[in-house]
């Protein structure tokens, strides 16, 4: 059986007890590169094959898989974060169902949501947004449908978290800037939940500067909206004493 398995924003111990029951009982290991923390990798039993997929491409990582089931043996397929969102594995899935090789995928704990906690805000505040955008740009990767450009996106002014954009930060924020306005708040956070995360907080207006100054160049998420200082707004109606209970 292969399990993908989502390995979380970088601290190891924010895995489910599942996907780490998976990773110590895998006679084979495939892991996403330096994203996936060492000590989930520590967890792997005796003689297991570890293989990073880093530098490999699909075939040669369906390669792997095939042969470990061939062989009856279970891989451990890790992804950073949570496997549902910005991972390859739907690629890899279609191979192995053309291939008739078993699947199972365990979910993991996005970056976005451990950057949130790390700015110890809710992303969905009551009267201010309820709604989450996530996506990410073109730059160096595949192109993005139609309709799903940032300012179509931003003409909701929802939550907008991107991925894989800090590179681009000023093109970014300058075309959210038109919809969302230079003062709304902005924040970006690498390396969530990790001992050397950063935290940068700015608006559209001021924070590609910020960015640069702290050389953040990747593995970072990009949060845009009101909800980062929201402090006015209404309580929420589950728990509000006029429901009825």
Known sequence: MIR??????G???LITVRGQRVIETSPVCLYAGSLVPAELLARCPDGA????????NLDQILAEMTAAHEQGLDVARLHSGDPSVFSAMAE??????????PYEVVPGVPAFAAAAASLRRELTVPGVAQTIILTRTSER?????EGEDLTTLGRSTATMVLHLAVQRIEPVTAELAE??????????????SRSDEVIIRGTLGDISDMVRAAGVRRTAVIIVGRVLTAAQFPDSHLYSVARAR
């Open 4 to 9: 993908f398995v989502g390995a979380g924003p």
């Open 11 to 13: 601290a190891a111990d």
């Open 49 to 56: 094959r570890i293989v990073d997929t880093a530098n490999l």
């Open 92 to 101: 890899q899935m279609r191979r192995l169902d053309a291939a008739g090789v």
């Open 141 to 145: 990767a595949t192109p993005m449908p």
């Open 179 to 192: 919809t969302y306005g230079p003062d709304c708040p902005v924040a970006v956070v690498a390396y969530a």
